[in-house]
């Protein structure tokens, strides 16, 4: 089999847009990766401000035992935490 020069040509020509679209399609993976984990964090956010909200009701108008309320009391004291250090 020959080889002509614009057959060589075309072959590295290909394998250098092949490589391209490789390196493109790893970009839009890390990219979307990035975005998906931001998405992650809010949806957790929001899930630890609700949570408290929701407790901080409960406690608000309690009428179960005690147990219950120390277990409410060190979850709103978790949760506290979490927002002073800036997670929330």
């Known amino acids: ?16 847009e092949h490589a391209q679209r490789q390196l493109d399609a790893r970009e839009t993976k890390v990219k979307n990766l990035a975005t998906r984990r931001k998405w992650m964090e809010r949806q957790a956010n929001a899930n630890d401000r609700n949570e408290y909200d929701r407790i901080q009701g409960e406690l608000s ?18 949760l506290e935490r979490l927002f002073s250090a800036g997670n929330v």
């Open 1 to 16: 089999m020959r080889f002509s020069r614009n057959r060589i040509e075309n072959m590295h020509l290909k394998q250098l």
């Open 61 to 78: 108008h309690y009428r179960g035992s005690s147990a219950n309320l120390v277990k409410l009391k060190n979850r709103v004291a978790e």
